[in-house]
């Protein structure tokens, strides 16, 4: 029987959350994150971007100056406009606040994740272009896969941003909330997508000036960054209204 496109899209979006429901929470924490056991890099990884919920806490106890975007956002979306150094320091203040220790997932642990086969002997600047992988992985490309420049995003910004957008349309031109998407195959959701994801790593090294985030987010539409292998360089205290973080847990 024939499928239409629209149709195909729904099939593949409830076999996807289908078989990201069989993958339990191994626990959730006293901000209610969500965490799963991923395997290949033997640490508990949070399921969502940390939420705008998750990081209000730790920005009203540090007295942490914290610019909102320009565009609206629930409790439930990614948390943004957070540099690396913020990042790290959420991580810090979250895991003396509970007894556990927390982190941003490695470059090298992303890439695992993204289901790259990368050498790790060369440095993330010089990785060659992942032909065929992209953030969502080798599956062609539709409006289930995430959050990404899209017809919504040319819609809303086109007089005012020059960027290429993807001809499809996933039903958001800013971020959206966490979990809009199906989850990947480990339980993770918006690996792809959504915002770009700050890494433990620098991108250059060895002369260490720049860190890394990647993943894509609501602003990606060019065919380079799209590629699963793409890495954005950008300094340590940053604050960008298209990058956010997720953190894995190693001690339970």
Known sequence: MQRTLPALFLLLAHCASAQSAKIETAFSNSLAMPFVRVASIGVLVCRYETRVKDYQPFATATNAEWKKPDFPQTPDHPAINV???????????????????????????????????????????????????????????????????????????HNSYDAKWLEMDDGYSDTAPVGSYPADANGLHDLAGNVWEWVDGWYDPPNNTLRIVRGGAFRTGSEKRLMASFRGPDPYNVHLDSVGFRIVCEKE
């Open 83 to 157: 540099s690396f150094t913020e990042a790290q320091t959420f991580c810090e203040w979250l895991g003396k606040k509970e007894g556990r220790k927390y982190r941003l997932l490695t470059d090298q642990e992303w890439s695992v994740l993204a289901g790259l086969q990368e050498k790790p002997d060369i440095a993330p600047n010089q990785q060659p272009p992942s032909t065929g992988v992209h953030h969502w992985g080798k599956a062609p490309l539709s409006k289930t896969v995430g959050n990404f420049c899209d017809e919504a995003f040319g819609k809303k910004y």
